[in-house]
């Protein structure tokens, strides 16, 4: 093994072990987690303020309610984008150039005909298998792992049954065979197994090591999800409108014109 390869490793090993003690592991937790909700309700309001909004346009009524829809997604957009920056660390323009044209309409012109308006509708939904893979992870990786890690406190517990149960017998049938001499010469034996429990300490602090590396990797993975999440919310909401802070710049103008 080269040493680069060598240093390379070391430095993969040291980081997966240290992935409890870092903060920002905590911080990608909470992104994380926040964006099964999120997602839902972005669905929700562009699953159906959109084709509702399509369906009254023949009548004139749909017209300003997709607008309004459109207007909601920017902001929320926007609140995507500033989440990411302050649990995620991730770098983002703050683009508010485009909503301070002199009229009304050139700023409904430049939100209508710009790529990244559409960029922010595909976005906020697609949050949504975001959230669905980090809520997969943490209920059945993470949350398996943290209760394999606490078997040692509770194993002995009077009638508690901590071990594997099947609801039919497994077996396992490991087979060497070799030709010789015109004859096939092999070997076979079956491995039968119906329940094993934990009964001493010994192997509940071997179930625990099995629990702690179960949850690094949970933690692990739950931190390559949180770069993927900042990089495609860096690609999908960088250059952006921040509608907060052209609101913002807004109200300071007309208070200083006032």
Same mark, same amino acid.
């Given at each position: 093994?080269?040493?680069?390869? /060598?240093?390379?490793?070391r430095?993969?090993?040291? /980081?997966?072990?240290?992935?409890?003690?870092?903060?920002?592991?905590?911080?990608?937790?909470?992104?994380? /987690?926040?964006?099964?909700?999120l997602?839902?309700?972005?669905?929700?309001?562009?699953?159906?303020?959109?084709?509702?909004?399509?369906?009254?346009?023949v009548?004139?009524v749909?017209?300003?309610?997709?607008?309004?829809?459109?207007?909601v997604?920017?902001?929320?957009?926007? &609140?995507?984008r500033?989440?990411?920056?302050?649990l995620?660390?991730?770098?983002? *323009?703050?683009?508010?150039?485009r909503?301070?044209? *002199? /009229?009304?309409?050139?700023?409904?012109?430049?939100?209508?005909?710009?790529?990244?308006?559409?960029?922010?509708? &595909?976005?906020?939904?697609?949050?949504l298998?975001?959230?669905?893979?980090s809520?997969?992870?943490?209920?059945?990786?993470?949350?398996?792992?943290?209760?394999?890690?606490?078997?040692?406190?509770?194993?002995d517990?009077p009638?508690?049954?901590?071990?594997?149960?099947?609801d039919?017998?497994?077996e396992l049938?490991?087979?060497l065979?070799?030709?010789?001499?015109?004859?096939?010469?092999?070997y076979?034996?079956?491995?039968?197994?119906?329940?094993?429990?934990?009964?001493t300490?010994?192997?509940?602090l071997?179930?625990?090591?099995?629990?702690?590396?179960?949850?690094?990797?949970?933690?692990?993975?739950?931190?390559?999800?949180?770069r993927?999440?900042?990089w495609?919310?860096?690609?999908?909401?960088?250059?952006?409108? *921040?509608?907060?802070g052209?609101?913002?710049?807004?109200l *300071?103008?007309g208070?200083?014109?006032?």
């Open positions: 093994m080269s040493r680069s390869a /060598s240093v390379r490793l430095r993969g090993v040291r /980081s997966f072990l240290a992935s409890p003690l870092r903060p920002q592991t905590y911080l990608n937790l909470l992104y994380l /987690s926040l964006a099964v909700p997602g839902f309700a972005y669905f929700m309001l562009l699953a159906i303020g959109v084709p509702i909004g399509l369906g009254l346009a009548v004139v749909g017209i300003p309610l997709l607008v309004l829809v459109i207007a997604s920017l902001g929320l957009a926007t &609140v995507e500033r989440l990411a920056t302050f995620l660390g991730v770098d983002m *323009d703050r683009d508010t150039g909503l301070d044209a *002199d /009229s009304r309409r050139e700023r409904i012109v430049a939100v209508a005909t710009d790529r990244d308006t559409w960029t922010a509708l &595909v976005y906020l939904p697609s949050k298998l975001l959230g669905v893979a809520f997969t992870v943490i209920t059945t990786v993470v949350t398996t792992g943290a209760s394999l890690l606490l078997v040692p406190l509770y194993y517990q009638g508690l049954y901590v071990g594997v149960v099947t039919r017998p497994v049938h490991p087979a065979y070799f030709g010789w001499n015109r004859l096939l010469v092999g076979e034996t079956v491995f039968r197994v119906e329940a094993w429990r934990v009964t300490l010994g192997e509940a071997a179930v625990a090591a099995v629990g702690a590396f179960v949850v690094l990797a949970g933690l692990q993975l739950l931190n390559w999800l949180a993927l999440s900042g495609y919310t860096r690609v999908m909401l960088g250059d952006t409108y *921040d509608v907060i052209a609101t913002r710049r807004a *300071d103008r208070t200083r014109g006032a």
